[in-house]
């Protein structure tokens, strides 16, 4: 891990630079599916599915005989596991649910804010290098809790055309009771444009690689909207002396084993850990079966000093971090001053694989420094909300006369015009 | 307008589409000077200004001393309407505020989840045809109650390079001390990059034309969130004979009067009333000043007839209105299925009109059938929601195991020995 003491502020930006991909570069054969599937449905869907899968399918859909027979394969274990999960993201997820609100903000104009479910969503669950279900429990259970009427899910299909079990799983318990083995760019053009088999959906959200976040953004410019711009997945950790160096290196390297690109940060005021926590991780490291993943993405990877909290809390807030865990003994002042962050995870026992699968939090965080601007996915990611206003006659002779006023001044004289005919019948 | 009578579900799709324009055909321009401000800042600012607006500018924020002379300007009674709109606007924003939500999921594993105001934001005020300051309220006002560090904004200069009045007083009485005199695509670009006048913001707001919509566009794929797609305003009335005709026309030809791209909907049960309102239109057409643009919206505007509440209610749904009036005798079961709509306005005396300028609602709403997955501009629009855990050694032990071996299942080994080392330093 490439080391900093006390950068000036002028490196910060660069510090914080992400590894980053060539969006131009995948657009085309994006571009390219995207219009097929618009065209042609299913037999386009089939092709790619051929092409890039390598996988010649005899259906789209996933029956529910098939769910079941998977299902069968899920150890006991597993499945509590699962559900444990489930109880506590259920209770997290519904405990953010909020009431209507009402405001009469003058007598006579009542206004009021509620939300609604969006209709139909659809979840994207990648294969490849692991297959992540955990992620079905942290878009399906806050899409059911929203009731959005309609919840589909789209996975990549195995060599053989069958779904993982601990995906059927996990899809079950959910609710979710359509499947379908589509994989990659062609599964969220599908859940844009609508096929044969694949219904289209307002709102896509689910992680995926460079060729799934490319398509999620041409999808946002297809009148459907998306979870979050996704990038690889990273972490920070501001650590001091009261950390333990080896639990330190364990969650370092637990994010540094989703992807090569994946980034790691070690901010810490206490110079000494910076080698306690080299040492834990070359330790630890060698133990681990992802180690090529492992080694390549510790590249991108960097221990920071600052020698006052001051400075490492704002190189915090500049770099606005995924996952960021606090590992210090004055943890309060750390915590105050969050300001850019997905999800946070303070102290020594609270290892971020906790908020990965069973804490309860979502694991669909905002990366790439986009947690300036985007909350990561929570209940309100499936809802809208809807304002309503009723004005008595009382009202609208009391707001009236200003929005005459107003419209007239924007030189919209129709706006005007619409009070002014009804306080004409009123007077 | 044109007549539909009960048409069939197929059609629907039809007759909700909405006037549209090519992205690809103005996509090119954005992108050209997007890299030019990107690459040049202020003096690409000062060329395109020159080029689009035909102004030549000394100097791109506005001073001090400028805006207070312009306010000067400002009557006494325009000023007042502006301060009621503004009280209505603060008292419905302001009761959006939420709490922060804590929950023990498990015993020992604690989460809450906080919002944090987006740090910097920047608002967009179209000129053209109209100088919508009202909208300076609608963006500025939740973004102060937000808290939101910076908040600048941008709006192009009038031919002599000054600043609307109005512009000047809705911006001051906001607490907005950064006016930038830039419009169109080259304002869109530089609150992307930064210039070295005007600052880089984290997200943008605020209505615009075509190109403006496409440099929005643009603008999220280059690290920078936007508030919504926009696109041209629209209305849809649910009525029936309890509904004024003249009411009714007034408000359509209010949306009307928007942009030649406007589209107004009729949606009855009553036969006769689409007679009624279109002679109410022919008659209240003539006395507007914006007659001609008014004239080209209408002919993409329909009336279409339901026999059945249910046929009708599924189709304003299918439709998604951005403002949508009710005037039915039975309003209740028309505002109860309401699913997907921007801002609803209720009976005979709430023009939509209210909702523009001071009813207390937001006026930046979601068009052109957005509003089955995205919300309206609120108090979130300006906030981001942050998930935290603090987990205690009991808490660890709890759901440890399980993360253990769900990490296993999805193949993460080093997420499984973050969870496992602390176990063991535990036993």
Same mark, same amino acid.
């Given at each position: 891990?490439?080391?900093?003491?006390?950068?000036?502020?002028?490196?910060?930006?660069?510090?914080?630079?992400?590894?980053?991909?060539?969006?131009?570069?995948?657009?085309?054969?994006?571009?390219?599916?995207?219009?097929?599937?618009?065209?042609?449905?299913?037999?386009?869907?089939?092709?790619?599915?051929?092409?890039?899968?390598?996988?010649?399918?005899?259906?789209?859909?996933?029956?529910?005989?098939?769910?079941?027979?998977?299902?069968?394969?899920?150890?006991?274990?597993?499945?509590?596991?699962?559900?444990?999960?489930?109880?506590?993201?259920?209770?997290?997820?519904?405990?953010?649910?909020?009431?209507?609100?009402?405001?009469?903000?003058?007598?006579?104009?009542?206004?009021?804010?509620?939300?609604?479910?969006?209709?139909?969503?659809?979840?994207?669950?990648?294969?490849?290098?692991?297959?992540?279900?955990?992620?079905?429990?942290?878009?399906?259970?806050?899409?059911?809790?929203?009731?959005?009427?309609?919840?589909?899910?789209?996975?990549?299909?195995?060599?053989?055309?069958?779904?993982?079990?601990?995906?059927?799983?996990?899809?079950?318990?959910?609710?979710?009771?359509?499947?379908?083995?589509?994989?990659?760019?062609?599964?969220?053009?599908?859940?844009?444009?609508?096929?044969?088999?694949?219904? @289209?959906?307002?709102?896509?959200?689910?992680? +995926? /690689?460079?060729?799934?976040?490319? #398509?999620?953004?041409? !999808? *946002?410019?297809?009148?459907?909207?998306?979870?979050?711009?996704?990038?690889?997945?990273?972490?920070?950790?501001?650590?001091?002396?009261?950390?333990?160096?080896?639990?330190?290196?364990?969650?370092?390297?637990?994010?540094?084993?989703?992807?090569?690109?994946?980034?790691?940060?070690?901010?810490?005021?206490?110079?000494?850990?910076?080698?306690?926590?080299?040492?834990?991780?070359?330790?630890?490291?060698?133990?681990?079966?992802?180690?090529?993943?492992?080694?390549?993405?510790?590249?991108?990877?960097?221990?920071?000093?600052?020698?006052?909290?001051?400075?490492?809390?704002?190189?915090?807030?500049?770099?606005?971090?995924?996952?960021?865990?606090?590992?210090?003994?004055?943890?309060?002042?750390?915590?105050?001053?969050? @300001?850019?962050?997905?999800?946070?995870?303070? +102290? /020594?026992?609270?290892?971020?694989? #906790?908020?990965?699968? !069973? *804490?309860?939090?979502?694991?669909?965080?905002?990366?790439?420094?986009y947690a300036k601007q985007y909350s990561g996915v929570?209940?309100?990611?499936?809802?809208?909300?809807?304002?309503?206003?009723?004005?008595?006659?009382?009202?609208?002779?009391?707001?009236?006369?200003?929005?005459?006023?107003?419209?007239?001044?924007?030189?919209?004289?129709?706006?005007?015009?619409?009070?002014?005919?009804?306080?004409?019948?009123l007077s």
């Amino acid at each position: 891990m490439k080391r900093y003491l006390n950068p000036d502020v002028s490196k910060w930006k660069t510090i914080s630079r992400r590894p980053s991909f060539d969006f131009k570069e995948i657009e085309p054969i994006v571009l390219e599916v995207f219009e097929a599937i618009k065209n042609e449905g299913d037999s386009a869907v089939l092709n790619y599915t051929s092409t890039f899968d390598k996988v010649s399918l005899k259906s789209i859909k996933v029956l529910d005989i098939e769910i079941d027979n998977a299902i069968e394969k899920v150890s006991h274990e597993l499945k509590n596991s699962i559900l444990l999960a489930k109880e506590n993201i259920e209770k997290f997820h519904s405990a953010q649910a909020t009431k209507p609100i009402y405001v009469d903000t003058v007598e006579g104009v009542s206004c009021w804010q509620e939300k609604r479910p969006i209709e139909k969503v659809g979840i994207y669950i990648p294969g490849g290098t692991a297959v992540l279900f955990s992620s079905i429990l942290m878009l399906a259970i806050p899409a059911k809790i929203a009731k959005c009427d309609q919840v589909i899910l789209c996975t990549p299909p195995n060599k053989d055309g069958t779904i993982s079990p601990a995906v059927a799983y996990a899809a079950k318990i959910c609710g979710i009771t359509q499947i379908f083995r589509v994989g990659g760019i062609q599964a969220i053009a599908s859940m844009t444009f609508g096929t044969e088999s694949i219904p @289209k959906v307002y709102k896509i959200f689910g992680p +995926g /690689n460079q060729y799934v976040t490319v #398509a999620k953004q041409i !999808a *946002s410019l297809n009148h459907v909207a998306i979870d979050l711009p996704a990038g690889p997945s990273e972490l920070l950790i501001v650590a001091d002396s009261s950390a333990k160096p080896e639990f330190v290196a364990s969650d370092l390297l637990s994010q540094a084993e989703h992807g090569i690109d994946s980034q790691v940060i070690l901010v810490t005021t206490y110079e000494p850990l910076m080698d306690q926590v080299e040492k834990e991780i070359l330790k630890q490291l060698n133990e681990l079966p992802r180690k090529s993943i492992v080694t390549k993405s510790m590249k991108n990877s960097k221990m920071i000093l600052f020698n006052e909290d001051v400075d490492a809390i704002s190189f915090i807030n500049e770099y606005g971090p995924e996952h960021y865990i606090i590992c210090v003994s004055n943890e309060d002042i750390y915590l105050k001053s969050v @300001k850019n962050a997905g999800s946070v995870f303070v +102290g /020594n026992y609270t290892p971020e694989s #906790a908020g990965d699968y !069973a *804490s309860g939090t979502n694991h669909t965080l905002p990366t790439n420094g986009y947690a300036k601007q985007y909350s990561g996915v929570n209940l309100d990611s499936f809802l809208k909300s809807i304002t309503f206003q009723k004005i008595t006659k009382a009202g609208i002779r009391r707001i009236g006369p200003s929005i005459e006023i107003m419209a007239n001044e924007e030189g919209l004289q129709a706006h005007k015009n619409a009070v002014s005919l009804r306080l004409k019948d009123l007077s």
